[in-house]
T-cell receptor
Framework: EAQVTQNPRYLITVTGKKLTVTCSQN?????MSWYRQDPGLGLRQIYY???????DKGDVPEGYKVSRKEKRNFPLILESPSPNQTSLYFC????????????FGPGTRLTVT | GENVEQHPSTLSVQEGDSAVIKCTYS??????FPWYKQELGKRPQLIID?????GEKKDQRIAVTLNKTAKHFSLHITETQPEDSAVYFC???????????????FGAGTRLAVHP
């Protein structure tokens, strides 16, 4: 089954404790992205990647890191999480050969206390 | 910076009525405009998209119109049904060599409620 998976789905952590949210897709898509969703602000892009070892900043990259060492994986790293990073995070993948539709993962709800 | 404004933020209609959601974008180079639907507790899913070389696109009860001069595009849903109740997001993008259409700017969303 074609899908985008994220782990964990829910996470409660404390300020400053490094964490990684994993994202994986099995559709051989070249593009992958991370978004955060906050009430009243919609979906804001954090980082995106065109292909392996190629990443670029979205609109709200501060406080986040990403890596793309393999085509299928695109982890999101929070080196020192802060309460303002409490949010719902979505990973997505797409391909220009598949019409550019962004296929979203199920989401990760992160709470930083 | 680039911006997409979406209105209204909430919309309530009776079943069978039409619903219209409007978006305005700031980047005149934008040339790809998708619409995503997000049901409660679920992930966003693409419902329709339009490129700047056309002014209108239809898919059954859903249509999108684009006015490039005004930098304005709209989603039209006819004969609304309760299952149309969801949050709808518009987005804008322009093609680049480094990212294709992957850099998307989303609107803040419209919560549509369709009452039986």
């Amino acid at each position: 089954e074609a899908q985008v998976t994220q782990n964990p789905r829910y996470l409660i952590t404390v300020t400053g404790k490094k964490l990684t949210v994993t994202c994986s897709q099995n559709m051989n898509h070249e593009y992958m992205s991370w978004y955060r969703q906050d009430p009243g602000l919609g979906l804001r892009q954090i980082y995106y990647s065109m292909n392996v070892e190629v990443t670029d900043k979205g609109d709200v990259p501060e406080g986040y890191k990403v890596s793309r060492k393999e085509k299928r994986n695109f982890p999101l790293i929070l080196e020192s999480p802060s309460p303002n990073q409490t949010s719902l995070y979505f990973c997505a993948s797409s391909s220009w050969t598949a019409g550019n539709e962004q296929y979203f993962g199920p989401g990760t709800r992160l709470t930083v206390t | 910076g680039e911006n997409v404004e979406q209105h209204p933020s909430t919309l309530s209609v009776q079943e069978g009525d039409s619903a219209v959601i409007k978006c305005t974008y700031s980047d005149s180079a934008s040339n790809y405009f998708p619409w995503y639907k997000q049901e409660l507790g679920k992930r966003p899913q693409l419902i329709i998209d339009i490129r700047s070389n056309v002014g209108e696109k239809k898919d059954q009860r859903i249509a999108v119109t684009l006015n490039k001069t005004a930098k304005h595009f709209s989603l039209h849903i006819t004969e609304t049904q309760p299952e149309d109740s969801a949050v709808y997001f518009c987005a804008a993008s322009r093609w680049t060599f480094s990212g294709g259409y992957n850099k998307l700017i989303f609107g803040a969303g419209t919560r549509l409620a369709v009452h039986p």
